[in-house]
């Protein structure tokens, strides 16, 4: 069982826009058995997209200066689409690998809670249940309002 934060490789990841790519994916959630891993992809294609570190709400995205964490190259984690793969894809898939490199918790923290301002309010219930659940939603919210209250 991997843990979120861990780092795969798709070498022929279909996007739901039909293209297919050669992408890093990050897992967002540690899974039991039974429930679907879920991920976001990469890109070091800047478009125009900012540079500045962490989330950028606007352009639903996470950035990550090369080599603050795993990726060589600037890169932009992509938080417009969670991809579910389910957990017997993942064993077979031979496209699938899953590197030895995992993000620090610092910086998957900072994508999930970027993901949840980005489109929080449009995800699937199980999908939140799956990243936060439902201890964890109480203790940020517990933790938002001691910080509120210094």
Known sequence: MQTRGAIYHHKDMVFYNGGVANKYLILLNTPD??????????????????????????????????????????SWVLLHEIYEIHPN????DSNITIL???????????????????SGQDMPGSQKKLLRPPMQEHLIKLQAKFNQNR
């Not at 976001?40 to 900012?50: A, I």
């Not at 894809?89 to 077979?92: E, S, Y």
């Open 33 to 74: 058995k039974a429930d679907p891993y879920l991920f976001v992809k990469t890109t070091t294609k800047k478009k125009s997209r900012p540079s500045n570190p962490g989330c950028i709400k606007k352009h639903k995205c996470f950035f990550i200066k090369a080599g603050k964490a795993f990726f060589p190259n600037d």
């Open 89 to 92: 894809k993942i064993d077979t």
């Open 100 to 118: 030895k490199d995992e993000l620090k918790h610092e910086v998957i923290e900072g994508i999930v809670n970027c993901l949840f301002k980005v």
